[in-house]
């Protein structure tokens, strides 16, 4: 027997974007404008699930009504399938409200289903969004028992089907007219259909209730399609309001960054750049760009690195919404360290370089590197801070500790002591010099490095310390 538990989340659109107010707030459908989900508050008011919105209105003075939005509960139940595929492996998606999970590949690693519920729930806990559950023996057993919240899990086939068995039609997956057509006959719930042979359904009715009825007692194939989780991450969030503070956008900003951290986390990687796209009134779109020396995964890391860079952001519309994606990812580097150097400091150098990038801009933050070209202005340069410097092995040469910016012209008494070293060099830049360098010692004691053109100037270039 292959066991399935289903997870229903009847309210998920008023858990996932309004769970934090505290007032009366209906869910209304947008067709007939009856209440499909009711805030705690609200249902403490007296208003159910069914009821109208009139009737809703006339018993909560400060009621707040929202439209439902069945792309937001789609979206939703994606981001429960990720945080679940840390526990779990074979997950089906069954949006709006659902997800389903084949558990029998899943009893041996967990030594039980006692176990195996126990870190699901407890993991799905912490997302703290309510649901119901109820497992089966096939998959439309488990949807059965979930949906009608009977909040049970066993792995017995007789006592799940004894608990099938006093469900109505009408909490079936069976279409209203057929269940219509069967109470004509006076089969109104599911003990009475299972009494019927199955060939005296498919001669009385049509083929869906057979194929139903065969799904359901597991006897026929229930074809699924499992989820896997998408390799590049994208997540778009639509704001309750319009947002005209950049500060203000640092909460819904970090729910799309712990979707990050779940990603990340499931493929054991980091990102090193993330694009932040601003949906702003008149549909203008602003694109801001956060990077990461080192890599992060952590919404805490991103969070403080997002929260330098907005710093210095003006907003020239309210933001309607906002879109994260991830521009560049890695594996995670082990970083090794000698257990003999001893603490040194909690900041690394790669994090160090992300902080003063996130809050100068990385166009100000640069290291020295030694180039390869002979032109001694031109030999030492700054590249970005993330770059590796060059490692070329090169002979030892006299060079000044302090080299001018230009040459400037020789104004004063010297004596030369060593030289000269020619540098005839540069013709592949229209940049050519042919210098006669000299290390000279002044008349004020000061050790000079001088050196002679071809016009016979001299010019003071550097000084040794």
């Known amino acids: 027997m292959t066991l399935w538990i289903y997870l229903h989340f009847p309210a998920l659109q008023l858990d996932t974007l309004y769970a934090e107010h505290e007032y009366p707030l209906v869910i209304i459908e947008g067709r007939d404008n009856h209440v499909v989900q009711a805030s705690t508050c609200a249902l403490k008011q007296g208003i159910t699930i069914g009821m109208g919105l009139g009737s809703a209105a006339s018993m909560c003075s400060d009621l707040q009504v929202h439209p439902y939005d069945e792309n ?28 389903l999970l084949r558990v029998t590949n899943m009893l041996s690693l967990y030594s039980g289903l006692d ?7 407890a993991h799905l806990r912490l997302r703290k969004t309510r649901y119901c559950y109820g497992s089966g023996f096939s998959p439309l ?16 086939k007789d006592k799940i089907l004894a608990a099938i068995n006093d469900y109505p039609l009408s909490a079936t997956e069976l279409d209203f007219k057929q269940v219509e057509k069967l109470a004509r006959v006076g089969i109104r719930d599911i003990k009475a259909l299972l009494a019927v042979p199955i060939q005296d359904l498919a001669r009385r009715f049509d083929i869906d209730l057979v194929n139903y009825v065969g799904k359901l007692l597991g006897q026929f194939k229930h074809p699924v399609n499992f989820y896997h989780p998408p390799e590049a991450f994208c997540s778009h969030l639509e704001l309750l309001y ?7 956008l640092e909460k819904p900003l970090s729910r799309l960054l712990k979707r990050l951290e779940q990603f990340l986390t499931l493929r054991n990687q980091v990102a090193f750049e993330l694009e932040l796209i601003l949906t702003q009134r008149d549909n203008i779109k602003n694109s801001l760009h956060f990077t990461s020396a080192q890599g992060e995964y952590a919404c805490a890391k991103w969070a403080k690195l997002c929260q330098l860079t907005l710093e210095s952001i003006q907003l020239s519309q309210p933001v309607l919404a906002m879109t994260l994606k991830v521009i560049r990812s890695g594996e995670i580097n082990q970083s090794v360290t000698d257990i003999f150097d001893g603490e040194k400091g909690q900041t690394t150098a790669l994090e160090l370089i992300t902080l003063l990038q996130a809050k100068l801009g990385q166009a100000q933050v640069n290291k020295p590197n030694l180039s390869d070209d002979p032109r001694p202005e031109k030999r030492s340069q700054y590249i970005a801070a993330t770059k590796p410097t060059s490692h070329t092995l090169r002979r030892p040469e006299l060079r000044p500790s302090l080299l001018l910016p230009e040459p400037e012209p020789l104004c004063e008494i010297v004596s030369l002591i060593h030289g000269p070293e020619r540098l005839v060099t540069g013709w592949w830049d229209n940049q050519p010099i042919t210098r006669d360098y000299f290390i000279a010692h002044s008349e004020q004691g000061r050790w000079l490095w001088v050196f002679r053109n071809q016009d016979k100037q001299w010019f003071l270039h550097g000084q040794f310390s």
């Open 115 to 121: 176990n195996y519920w126990h870190t699901l729930s």
């Open 141 to 156: 057993s488990a949807i059965l028992l979930g949906k009608s919240a009977s909040n049970i899990i066993i792995d017995d």
């Open 72 to 99: 937001v509960e789609n979206q939703t139940i994606e981001e429960i399938a990720q945080w679940l595929y840390l526990v779990t492996s074979d997950i089906v998606l069954l949006p709006p409200k659902g997800i």
């Open 242 to 248: 319009e947002i005209e503070n950049v500060q203000w």
